[in-house]
């Protein structure tokens, strides 16, 4: 039988539940996101994601009707005060809906690749809101997926889900321990790879981005790691005519994937 939000037991800070709320806070739970606000949960329930725990504060909740459709998809609910959903909430006016929900985990092998697949790869991503709309830029380009190399924001970062506009849950994501991996993974696949590098000197318009297509992208502060320029893939830019050196990562890689998916599609 589903929770009821009539029979949720209310936990503070010091019980084992509100503990784990604040662990999910803060980033600490391999394998777990924290999602709060209503459109957020509308598209959580949109998904097959598991939520492992729903903390309703009634006091701030002002959707009755959201809440229950969320606590009938919790394997636990609980109730909790305006004070601790105040510490935990990351959102200037709350509305009392937090949820605990596990992020998909992805392996290579689950992927179902056709002879004209697109993969986009970042390489040391710092930022939790670029890896978030790198996630959403895959998405809307219909790529296969997104692969991450030398990662420093934490996909269970909420910045992630909020800026992925959901898409961290439905996009798969893979990672790789090591750049070599995931390059020998590219070239056992027959990928075309093509580097993303502002001193490069063949423009991004130049291939035919025909056949399996992926595109490395790097850090916002540093760039590709040499490792990667030592592949032997090609390399490409998008000509900068003002006075900036390069455009944002998460840009650069929208430019990228669809300028690749209209040559594939014909646009």
């Not at 305006?82 to 985990?105: C, E, Q, T, Y």
Request: charged share 20%; proline share 5%; hydrophobic share 40%.
């Amino acid at each position: 039988m589903a929770p009821s939000l009539l029979d949720a037991l209310a936990v503070g800070a010091q019980h084992p539940r509100g503990r784990a709320l604040l662990a999910v806070r803060k980033d600490s739970v391999p394998g777990r996101i924290l999602i709060e606000g209503s459109w957020e949960h509308s598209q959580l329930l949109s998904t097959l994601t598991r939520i492992d725990t729903f903390y309703y504060c009634p006091e701030a909740c002002d959707q009755p009707d959201t809440a229950e459709k969320i606590a009938a998809r919790a394997a636990e609910v609980h109730r909790i005060s305006p004070k601790l959903l105040a510490r935990v909430s990351r959102k200037n006016r709350s509305d009392g809906l937090i949820s605990i929900a596990r992020l998909p985990s992805w392996q290579p092998n689950q992927l179902q690749l056709t002879d004209n697949a697109l993969i986009l790869v970042a390489d040391g991503v710092e930022y939790a809101g670029n890896l978030g709309t790198l996630i959403r830029t895959v998405d809307a380009a219909s790529a296969d997926c997104l692969i991450l190399t030398s990662r420093r924001a934490k996909l269970t970062n909420p910045a992630v889900y909020a800026a992925s506009r959901g898409m961290v849950l439905t996009t798969p994501v893979l990672e790789f321990q090591a750049i070599g991996q995931a390059a020998s993974w590219l070239k056992q696949h027959h990928f075309d790879v093509h580097l993303a590098d502002p001193a490069a000197t063949g423009s991004y318009k130049t291939p035919e981005y025909r056949g399996r297509t992926a595109f490395v992208v790097g850090s916002e502060g540093e760039g590709l790691h040499r490792t990667w320029h030592e592949q032997g893939f090609a390399k490409v830019s998008i000509p900068m005519l003002g006075k900036a050196d390069s455009l944002n990562v998460a840009l650069s890689a929208g430019i990228l994937l669809f300028e690749a998916r209209a040559r594939k599609e014909g646009w």
